[in-house]
């Protein structure tokens, strides 16, 4: 189901994404090293209940999962990139962590990630990473307009990726995003210009590029959730939710400005 929103239900996920954004923060502040992943998860939690909205992810059951997810936030540390399940580990120093949150409220759902080094030490190879997947997330959003195609978004994302020298897996990818989390069309991190679904005004996607520093094979874990680089490199993931406007893209995922 491919859904556009009427101008009523765009504000309302202005709401949303700005409370995922603010809870996004809100924890990377408080991640420091000797943070348990269990720990962020609760707090997730507890700032998406206070706010009065909903966890995407707590009854979610796709067919790639084994089972309800059963959390409140994806939590990939290092080696793991997508649907990181919160368990029993505590943050070094150093770690690259990402945390993928959405949520619903007002009937609208918002879908954004982040990724961090976690303490005082700063690798390279991290610090890069995470770079090139923001700037192809903004070249996506660039690319995003009345009129444009899907493989439009998935060209100026994939150009990015490639030119920084990732391999790009097509497997997972971004999405379009309403009343749910995961609806059409699927936005892959790499495509064709010119091809695919025509983006209207209205319409809101989650785009998503993320990375494995030398593979683009994907293994899970054991909890049938987590996905892993086969070879165990490092990995990195950027997500904003953006509504088409009518003469571009609004990012709905930033966080409230400071008083």
């Known amino acids: 189901m491919i859904e556009i929103l009427t101008p009523a239900e765009v504000i309302r996920a202005r709401e949303t994404g700005a409370l ?6 809100a924890i990377k502040s408080r991640a420091t090293v000797g943070t348990n992943l269990l720990d962020i998860n609760r707090w997730a939690g507890e700032m998406i209940i206070g706010a009065g909205a909903s966890s995407c992810y ?20 290092n080696d793991a990139v ?42 390279l190879e991290s610090i890069t990473m995470i770079d090139a997947t923001e700037r192809a997330l903004y070249a996506g959003i660039a690319a995003a307009r009345p009129g444009a ?16 020298g990732y391999p ?16 059409d069309p699927h936005v892959p991190n790499t495509g064709r210009p010119g091809r695919g679904y025509t983006l209207l005004p209205g319409l809101l996607l989650a785009l998503e590029p993320w990375v494995m520093a030398d593979t683009a094979e994907l293994v899970t874990d054991a909890d049938g959730w987590t996905l892993r680089s ?24 930033l966080p409230t400005p400071a008083q």
């Not at 995922?20 to 923060?25: G, R, S, Y």
């Not at 790009?168 to 609806?183: E, R, V």
């Open 82 to 123: 997508l649907h990181g399940k919160p368990y029993n580990y505590t943050l070094a120093d150093g770690d690259l962590l990402t945390l993928d949150l959405a949520v619903v409220k007002g009937g609208v759902a918002a879908d954004s990630a982040i990724s961090f080094i976690v303490g005082s030490s700063q690798p």
């Open 20 to 25: 995922v954004a603010d809870i996004l923060q």
């Open 149 to 164: 195609r899907i493989g439009d978004i998935s060209h100026a994302i994939g150009s990015v990726l490639s030119e920084a």
């Open 58 to 77: 707590i009854d979610y059951e796709p067919s790639f999962g084994r089972g309800p997810f059963g959390h409140y936030i994806c939590t990939a540390v």
């Open 230 to 253: 086969a070879t165990g490199c490092l990995t990195a993931h950027s997500e904003h939710t953006i509504a088409i406007t009518g003469d571009g893209a609004e990012i709905l995922t």
């Open 168 to 183: 790009i897996n097509t497997q997972f990818g971004g999405h379009g995003i309403g009343s749910t989390m995961h609806q």
